[in-house]
């Protein structure tokens, strides 16, 4: 079986990076498109060929399913890599490729599409025998019906406006007696919430953990999975910290869920790589929540303990060539950790933080992996995800991944704009999450309001700065002070300026 | 030389004296002497008695990131600038802020030595401080605690040490 011979890699930052460096090391020719604002980008640089998209809004360029079909046909590519995010899990893009004769390196349009409708994935699942959460998504919505179908689900119970947010129109209910009482009140509240008082109801997990399970697909229906990975630690419900094994899988547990992800796969004829999330509740019940049908951001980690590269058997499988990955051969060894290093700022909710990075220094050393797409001197803007870089370590246990990551993250040097990075390192030095103690509350749990050195300055930092300044006086300085007795503290007084 | 750091609205005044690759930093009238190389841009080895500080440190105008310890300090190096000629007398110490005297560490008579604090002016939630210029005698105080105080007004005269004949 033949491999492509070009691909074009719809997608930019540390994932085109990946994929570019997997096409590399099969001899594919690559191709990168890039935004204005990307011309200079890591992913530009190494790619064989470029395609400019021009300007830099997503919708004109990286998810722009014309310019980038346009771009394949121009440079001549068989296939196209959409990473993820942006096109990954557009059924139309996927199309696109298909009516253009470019093979798309995921799953098939239909499958994507299934897949994209909540309500449809569940039935689908439902119907292959694969757990899901139990709820009533129903359009009867008269109070008896409601009382009816909650009785049913079970308690706790969660009650939720159908055109929901922000914690209004949402009840969690423990016993029946409380029921009726708190489906009308759910029921007013998004009436003057949302001008909709439709509501849902789903039995409410106790102590919930994510996790989800990788899978391969081949073309010619052999399936298999590659184990989990546990992704509770999230905030503003993405995923900052994923961990492979999950400390709480028992080897019976993997082995259901294991089978269960397989079937989901096989229920909808599922290709390529693709992931299913379930919830797993604090009694190790597990419902399944959603798949997704791409290359996962924490992919590294099962990289990492299964040794199976992941996006060469994406191109491999896209290609047509069969799998002989057997599941019974497969193995999990030690514990892997990632942390995603964002552009964001943790003790101001988390927000994007945006500036260019005058300085990069990443950590190395034996089972460190950096997968970045970023360099010194990069703009960040706030244009795109502020996903710098995740940053995977391998232990041969859990303490020891741990360890390893603690290291790492104290060793990363990002200047220029404010990271997550000492706030990443919290998380792992935590008592919980040191005894594996983790649900998707986590970071609204133990790290609400959290900011970095309450104290103020290190008086370390501030030598360190009057040290560098002393070291490289500014010329304004210089001039400003010439004439001025040195010795005099009020030849600053004057006009009290705090910088903009 | 006399430098002002802001960070999360605090602000820090630190003194700093060079001889070779010996500093002498002033803060909050502890001396620090340390010993420090640059060992390629933005990369220092300090070292404080028998501590090795380690840090890196960007510089983009007057933004300052210090990366020290695995933490990130976000910090901006500010100018307190505008001083006009002025026709006081060399030991009547101005206030640089508008805002309140919180504290008076010293009283009519003291012996100061160069660089005690003298008194603490708040400011929207920052603190400045009046430090001695040199060493002398406190002539005359000119504020209580609590007291308002304008920009430029004299907060403490002082009397400089004459040298030893």
Known sequence: ?500 | MFINYEHNSHVYNIEVERKKNQYFVTYNNNIYTVEAHEIKPGYLKIRLGDRIIKCVISENGDNRFVFIDGDVFRVKRIQLTGMKKSSRKEGDLTSPISGRVVRVKTKKGDIVKKGDVLMVIESMKMEYLIRAPYDGRIKRINFRENDQIDMGEITVEIEKKRKKQ
């Open chain 1, 1 to 500: 079986m033949k491999l492509f011979s070009k691909v074009l890699i719809a997608n930019r930052g540390e994932i085109a990076v990946r994929i570019i460096k997997a096409c590399q090391e099969m001899r594919i020719k690559t191709v990168a498109v890039y935004s204005d604002v990307d011309s200079k980008a890591p992913h530009v640089q190494i790619a064989d060929e470029t395609v400019n998209l021009g300007d830099p809004t997503p919708s004109e360029s990286y998810l722009n399913i014309s310019k980038i079909i346009d771009a394949a046909e121009s440079v001549g590519a068989e296939a196209i890599h959409p990473g993820y995010g942006f096109l990954a899990e557009n059924p139309d893009f996927a199309q696109a490729c298909e009516d253009s004769g470019i093979k798309f390196i995921g799953a098939k349009p239909e499958v994507i599409a299934l897949m994209g409708d909540k309500i449809k994935a569940k039935k689908t699942m439902e119907k292959a025998d694969v757990p899901v959460i139990p709820g009533y998504h129903g359009l009867r919505q008269d109070i008896s019906t409601l009382v009816k179908e909650g009785k049913k689900i079970g308690f706790p119970l969660l009650v939720k406006a159908t055109a929901g947010g922000g914690g209004k129109g949402m009840k969690i209910v423990h016993s029946e007696e409380y029921l009726e009482e708190a489906i009308e009140s759910a029921k007013r509240e998004a009436k003057s919430a949302f001008g909709n008082d439709s509501i849902f109801l789903e039995k409410y997990l106790d102590r919930p953990r994510h996790i989800e399970f990788q899978i391969l697909a081949d073309e010619h229906g052999n399936i298999v999975h590659l184990f989990e990975r546990e992704c509770s630690i999230q905030r503003r419900h993405q995923k900052i910290i994923e961990e492979t094994p999950s400390p709480v899988m028992t080897p019976e547990l993997r082995d259901r869920m294991g089978r269960a992800a397989v079937a989901a796969a096989k229920a909808v004829g599922y290709t390529n790589a693709g992931t299913i999330e379930f919830m797993v509740d604090g009694d190790l019940n597990f419902y399944f929540m959603e798949m997704n049908t791409r290359l996962q951001v924490e992919h590294p980690i099962t990289e990492a303990t299964t040794g199976i590269d992941i996006a060469k058997w994406q191109l491999r499988i896209a290609a047509g060539m069969e799998l002989t990955l057997k599941q019974h051969e497969l193995t999990q060894r030690g514990h892997a950790i990632e942390c995603r290093i964002y552009a964001e700022d943790p003790s101001n909710g988390f927000l994007p933080s945006i500036g260019v990075l005058e300085k990069i220094e990443v950590p190395t050393g034996p089972n460190i992996r950096n997968d970045t797409g970023v360099e010194t001197g990069m703009e960040i803007t706030s244009y795109y995800d502020p996903l710098l870089s995740k940053l995977i370590v391998y232990g041969e246990n859990r303490d020891d991944a741990i360890d390893k990551m603690i290291w790492a993250l104290s060793r990363y040097v990002v200047l220029g704009v404010t990271t997550n990075i000492p706030f990443l390192r919290k998380v792992l030095e935590h008592k919980a999450f040191r005894k594996g103690d983790i649900t998707t509350h986590f970071i609204e749990n133990h790290f609400k309001n959290w900011t970095l050195s309450k104290d103020g300055l290190p008086v370390d930092a501030l030598i360190a700065l009057a040290v560098y300044d002393s070291m490289h006086p500014g010329r304004e300085e210089v001039v400003r002070y010439k004439e001025a007795d040195p010795h005099s503290p009020w030849r600053h007084a004057g006009r009290w300026r705090i910088g903009v």
